[in-house]
T-cell receptor, first 110, second 116 residues
C-alpha cells in the first residue's frame, strides 16, 4: 500500500536558518510527488512537484528513490514561510488520486 | 473563476443531527475529492468522483457518511447521524484528470464542523 510519512508534526526554526521538512514514502512503482502548503487563513495549494524540478519561493525538493524520500528544503527561512506543509504522492498510473502525509507545521521565529 | 466553493464555512450541530456539506468544483474539472483534516490524522481522502461517478470511497469512515455528485457542478457530503468525533475541517478539491506536469488539485476553503 502507498503511504506518505512526515515524521515531524511541528518544526520551529529561526529566521535565516536552513529549513528541511522530511517526507518519506512507500510505493513500489514510480510515484509522482508533491508538496502542498496551507498558509494561515488561505486555501491549501500546490507548492511544487518533483516532476517539474522547480524552485518555488526558494524551496526545492529532490526525489531520492534509494531512500524513498522527498524532503523539502530552503537555505534561509523567512517569517512568511510559516505554514502547514503536506507531502503528497500520486501513483504514476493512478486516476488522479493523491495520498497526503499527516503534515508538518513550520513555525519561523523572528 | 472563484475557485472551488464550499458551504457552509462553519457548522455547529448537536450529536445525532444530520449534517450536509456542499461543494461546487471549478468549471471544467472532471475530478472531485472530499477530504477530512484533523490534528491527529492530518489530511485524509474520504471519497473521489470522476465525471460524477464515485471511483473510490474506501476512505469513508462508516455508513454514517455518504456523498453524492448529481451533476458536474455540485456535490454533497452527508453525515447522519453526526457524532462529536466527526468534528474536523472538511475540504473539497477538484482537478483535471491529466497527469505529469499539468496535474494539480485545487482546494476549497473548507467547512469547519463542530459536533457537540
Amino acid at each position: 500500500a502507498q503511504r506518505v510519512t512526515q515524521p515531524e508534526k511541528l518544526l520551529s526554526v529561526f529566521k535565516g536558518a536552513p529549513v528541511e521538512l522530511k517526507c518519506n514514502y512507500s510505493y513500489s512503482g514510480s510515484p509522482e510527488l508533491f508538496w502542498y502548503v496551507q498558509y494561515s487563513r488561505q486555501r491549501l495549494q500546490l507548492l511544487l512537484r518533483h516532476i517539474s524540478r522547480e524552485s518555488i519561493k526558494g524551496f526545492t525538493a529532490d526525489l531520492n528513490k534509494g531512500e524513498t524520500s522527498f524532503h523539502l528544503k530552503k537555505p534561509f527561512a523567512q517569517e512568511e514561510d510559516s505554514a502547514m506543509y503536506y507531502c503528497a504522492l500520486m501513483r504514476n498510473s493512478s486516476a488522479s488520486k493523491i495520498i497526503f502525509g499527516s503534515g508538518t507545521r513550520l513555525s519561523i521565529r523572528p | 473563476d472563484a475557485g472551488v466553493i464550499q458551504s457552509p464555512r462553519h457548522e455547529v450541530t448537536e450529536m445525532g443531527q444530520e449534517v450536509t456539506l456542499r461543494c461546487k468544483p471549478i468549471s471544467g474539472h472532471d475530478y472531485l475529492f472530499w477530504y477530512r483534516q484533523t490534528m491527529m490524522r492530518g489530511l485524509e481522502l474520504l471519497i473521489y468522483f470522476n465525471n460524477n461517478v464515485p471511483i473510490d470511497d474506501s476512505g469513508m469512515p462508516e455508513d454514517r457518511f455518504s456523498a453524492k455528485m448529481p451533476n458536474a457542478s455540485f456535490s454533497t457530503l452527508k453525515i447522519q447521524p453526526s457524532e462529536p468525533r466527526d468534528s474536523a475541517v472538511y475540504f473539497c478539491a477538484s482537478s483535471l484528470g491529466t497527469q505529469g506536469t499539468l496535474y494539480e488539485q485545487y482546494f476549497g476553503p473548507g467547512t469547519r464542523l463542530t459536533v457537540t
